[in-house]
């Protein structure tokens, strides 16, 4: 948990908010406790207890340590806030961008759900418009006669996914290049009218996804003044030029999520708006879209290369 918070992981929001309390190892051995402001520790007690650690309550110190990147110290220990176990219904619909645009500015989806992401397909369709699917989630009390266990996703999505770990789908994509609009507004509506019901960490968990190799980019946006809207506008039209012109393709749909700012003084995510895009030809299509980037003042979180699949998992045992 302290290893993923210093480098600012997100949920819903940043991880770290959930951590109530640091202890770490500083410079020359010194022990610290490091708590926000209004911290949990009672002073006068822990002091008389642990005359070795200097307690330190204060939101700037919380704020650097949290996202430290491990400069600050060697954490050792934390406590963490936590809630009870609940169960999620998700939910999969399909929409046009230029309709979904008008939701997003009106902001209700983000009021009435307790989870939202879309996905788009970035090359436009033959009416000009990029088909999206909506995924929602939202908290469930499941009824005493349901077995939970045996909801599933569709099986035909995930056994996709599956295939995929051998590069089958990326055989197809590399066959029919010019037709990556088709074959991602196919899988798209594949997706559409599905409903999970699950613990929350299973319906957060996207399956056989995750082991898909790829490149990836995530880019942030300021979503005051919907500014991110504008941005993912001229994205498309980036993908787009670069697709007629040079002959470009993207494999999978650019991802927008939402999530809450953080206070980290080296967290990349001082903004609440994200995009997350897969392409399909790699840097050199990163590069592309690091001029949207920076044409629209977002910033690059991070550039990776998803190649550690089970199978080369399998290897490192």
């Avoid at 806030?81 to 230029?98: D, G």
């Avoid at 609440?272 to 895009?277: E, H, Q, T």
Wanted: charged share 25%.
């Amino acid at each position: 948990m302290p290893d993923i918070n210093t480098w600012s992981a997100i949920g819903k929001g940043p991880l770290y908010e959930m951590i109530l309390s640091y202890d770490l190892v500083g410079s020359e051995g010194k022990l610290y406790r490091i708590e926000k402001s209004k911290g949990i520790t009672n002073r006068a007690k822990f002091e008389s207890l642990h005359p070795d650690f200097i307690l330190i309550q204060d939101d700037k110190y919380y704020n650097a340590v949290s996202v430290g990147l491990g400069c600050l110290g060697i954490i050792y220990s934390v406590i963490i806030e936590v809630t009870e176990a609940f169960y999620l219904k998700e939910e999969r619909s399909l929409a046009s961008w230029k309709s979904e645009k008008i939701n997003l500015i009106k902001g209700d989806v983000f009021k009435n759900n307790f989870h939202y992401e879309l996905m788009i397909n970035p090359h436009p369709g033959k009416d000009g418009d990029h088909l999206c699917v909506i995924t929602v989630r939202n908290l469930y009390q499941p009824n005493g006669s349901e077995n939970i266990e045996e909801k599933r996703r569709k099986p035909f999505v995930e056994l996709l996914a599956r295939i995929n770990r051998k590069g089958i789908i990326n055989f197809i994509f590399n066959l029919f290049k010019s037709s990556s609009d088709e074959l991602i507004d196919s899988t798209l509506k594949s997706l559409a009218g599905d409903v999970f019901i699950n613990k929350s960490y299973k319906v957060f968990h996207i399956g056989d996804a995750n082991y898909i190799p790829s490149y990836s980019s995530e880019i942030g946006f300021n979503m005051k003044d919907n500014h991110y809207i504008d941005s993912i506008d001229e994205m498309l039209k980036v993908i787009e030029k670069n697709k007629i012109e040079k002959k470009l393709y993207h494999s999978a749909p650019v991802a927008l999520r939402f999530v809450a700012s953080s206070n980290g003084f080296l967290s990349p995510y001082v903004w609440p708006g994200y995009l997350y895009g897969r392409d399909y030809n790699g840097q050199r299509y990163f590069r592309c879209e690091r001029n949207v980037q920076c044409y629209r003042k977002g910033y690059v979180c991070f550039a990776k290369q998803n190649a550690l699949g089970s199978i080369q998992l399998s290897k490192c045992k």
